[in-house]
């Protein structure tokens, strides 16, 4: 048990042991172990995780070993611990497992997916597989790829991932990553042409501008300076002190071509990126300035006023830059594709899914983006609320426990209905401005959107001239990201879907997708706005924990038995403190953990189960810990 393993004054290892459950005590505990660099505390098999912002010991080989192969209350608490169970779960029972990572911006989710895949890549191919060992450095490259073109500094985290990733990796028979997929959600394209005062564009465009050869740069007609673009200034800090933009024009570029990348694709992305620049700072032109459309049957070219034409330059520039993040992703798939890995592909094929997803958003002024975002935390909180139920019940229905089911359906009722859904509020709310305003109460909180460019984003309209245009381009590359422009001008086109409705339907088949698998999860909490390494905010820190619904998290798993633990286990820590069962018992392991129960007089605070005790109450493991504690 974690708190043991560690001493007292660590506080306690995993929530559902505190003594007294009140939402003070969780913070006191919580803050206690961030203070002692303690930064991973469980929710019995939830791992919660406090930002460090610091460099932590704590992910070394050493680590790795501490880890491997062991139960998840051996050791401290670790995010280790739940991706050596994820892997577990998989490899022995054949199950596909998925990994959630959720928390708002900043808390450390892609940080906790990337500890999880190397984790994962350190345990695994010990026979040395080479083509193993290439999917495993590719799947680790493509974050740093994925990174310099969809991640960017805002003003909440210098590396902010702007868009949403969830990620399968695929396994053999033997436990060896032999491939992966990538799926990503809502590239924030809005940014391409726009940034709030602090923030910068995507980090590639800066990769470009302050890392490319000289040679190179002058070739695409571009200058070092990167106060001079627009599209990558507006934020009023290009140069953001934290970040290393040459250095990380190299990572990338290296990146790129150890992945697998053809060198005349890669030049052609960063070529990309370069049209992008100019197009902001073109004067006028043709393209611009008008369209054609079908009139009756005509091909007629229709003036754009001045506004129109500006309007269009953005939607084009963030189109273009959108493709090129869509097919950068696809490439990837291909490169991991466990099809095409050359590992013999073996009937037996099992997954480990990573989400690594945008957290809940509340900012100053909310559009379409975060209406998106906020929608697809709903989702992925109501999934978590009933698969932790779910799985509370089931383990005690295979386990033959008779549970309360009083208890835990009435709790499923209180949080389905009181506090997790989301509902407009009354039209009579008079902080709202007219004709512009409307509030929706999430679980996380009472978000007022605007909709001020709502319909625009949803439509995401980009003339056809553009398409044609790309289409038609001498590069194959920039070709393929355009299929749609081979379309003739007079042809009519079904009306296309929209952003949201597309939205829409690609968070509820990853809804549906995460509850086929059996279900991991990682709680990230920012400690601070500064961040701090020493810093605690209480009020910000007790938000987090309230919208993350971690209260009601432990309340679940104390509802029937606070703690359970496999008989053999049980025998093995505790025969120390009963004559008859030291060194050895005689007898079956069950008759074993009955002797022990019965030696501390706590027979009705217990249930026996087919592989497992279960303890209703926290005192009476506390009881056992002590005992053994004076052996
Ligand atoms: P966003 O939603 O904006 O993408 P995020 O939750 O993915 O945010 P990260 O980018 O993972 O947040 O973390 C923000 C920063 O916090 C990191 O760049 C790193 O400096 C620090 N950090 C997070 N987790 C850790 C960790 N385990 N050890 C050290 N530093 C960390
Ligand atoms: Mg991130």
Redesign the pocket.
């Known amino acids: 048990m974690a708190a043991i393993h560690e001493g007292p004054e660590f506080g306690i290892g995993d929530f559902v042991l505190l003594p007294e459950l009140t939402l003070d005590a969780f913070m006191q505990n919580l803050k206690n172990r961030f203070e002692k660099g303690r ?1 991973y505390t469980y929710i019995g098999e939830v791992v919660v ?1 406090v ?6 010991d ?2 070394g080989k050493n680590y790795v070993d501490q880890y491997r192969g062991r139960e998840i209350y051996e050791r401290p608490p670790h ?1 280790f611990a739940l991706a050596d169970s994820a892997y577990k779960t998989m490899k022995r029972q054949s199950k596909d497992t998925c990994i959630v ?1 959720s ?13 999880i895949m190397r984790y994962i890549a350190a345990v695994t191919n010990v026979s040395g597989q080479r083509e193993v060992e290439r999917v495993k450095d590719v799947l680790i490259l493509t974050n740093v790829i994925l990174e310099a073109f969809g ?1 960017a500094k ?1 003003n ?7 868009f949403g990733k969830y990620m399968d990796i695929n396994f053999d028979f033997k436990g060896d990553p032999i491939g992966g997929h990538i799926n990503n959600y809502l590239l924030e394209k809005s940014r391409v042409v726009f940034q709030q005062t602090g923030e910068r564009n995507f980090h590639s465009f800066y990769q470009l501008l302050v890392g490319a050869p000289e040679d190179r740069l002058s070739q695409m007609g571009l200058t070092r300076d990167t106060t001079l673009y627009h599209y990558v200034n507006q934020g009023g800090d290009p140069k953001a002190a934290m970040i290393d933009d040459r250095g990380d024009y190299k990572s990338v570029v290296a990146a790129l071509k150890n992945s697998g990348f053809d060198p005349k694709d890669i030049e052609t992305l960063w070529n990309v990126i370069a049209a992008v620049l100019h197009l902001r700072q073109m004067h006028l032109e043709r393209t611009l300035l008008s369209r054609v459309i079908a009139a009756g049957g005509q091909v007629v070219e229709k003036g754009l006023n001045v506004s129109e034409a500006l309007y269009a330059r953005d939607a084009f520039a963030k189109a273009i830059y959108n493709r090129m993040f869509t097919w950068i992703v696809g490439r990837i798939n291909e490169l991991i594709d466990p099809k095409h890995s050359g590992v013999r592909y073996a009937g037996k094929n099992t997954v480990i899914g990573v989400l ?1 997803i ?2 809940f958003e509340i900012f100053d002024n909310n559009s379409f983006e975060q209406f998106c975002i906020n929608y697809c935390n709903e989702k992925l909180q109501q999934l978590f609320i009933e698969l932790v139920l779910k799985q509370e019940q089931e383990e005690y229905m295979k386990e033959g426990i008779e549970w309360q089911h009083m208890f835990l359906d009435a709790m499923a009722q209180k949080l389905k209905s009181e506090r997790f859904t989301c509902r407009k509020l009354a039209p009579a709310d008079k902080s709202l401005e007219h004709n512009r305003d409307f509030r929706i109460m999430h679980y996380a909180g009472d978000v007022t959107y605007s909709v001020v460019g709502f319909i625009d984003k949803n439509k995401d309209m980009l003339f056809m001239d553009f398409k044609r245009l790309l289409f038609n381009s001498s590069n194959n590359l920039i070709k393929s990201m355009w299929p749609e422009g081979k379309q003739l001008v007079t042809e009519t086109t079904k009306r296309p879907t929209t952003a949201g409705t597309d939205f829409k339907n690609s968070i509820i088949a990853l809804v549906e997708n995460l509850a086929s698998k059996t279900p991991f999860y990682v709680r ?1 909490i ?1 400690p601070n706005e500064i ?1 701090s390494p020493v810093q605690f905010n209480d009020t910000r820190c007790k938000h987090q924990v309230m919208y993350l619904g971690l209260l009601e998290n432990v309340r679940v798993r104390r509802a029937g038995f606070a703690y359970r633990m496999a008989y053999d286990r049980f025998l093995h820590r505790y025969k120390c403190i009963a004559r008859d069962t030291w060194p050895n018992f005689r007898g079956n392991v069950v008759d074993g953990v009955k002797y022990l129960v019965n030696s501390q007089n706590c027979g009705q605070d217990v249930k026996y189960g087919r592989s497992k005790i279960f303890i209703r109450s926290p005192q009476t493991i506390f009881a056992f810990e002590e005992a053994r504690d004076r052996k």
Request: glycine share 10%.
């Open positions: 930064i995780s930002n460090p912002y610091r460099q932590v704590l992910y995010i990572i928390g708002e911006s900043g808390s450390g989710k892609t940080e906790a997916s990337k500890i991640n805002t909440r985290n210098d590396n902010s991932s702007r690594d945008y957290g990230c920012k961040k």
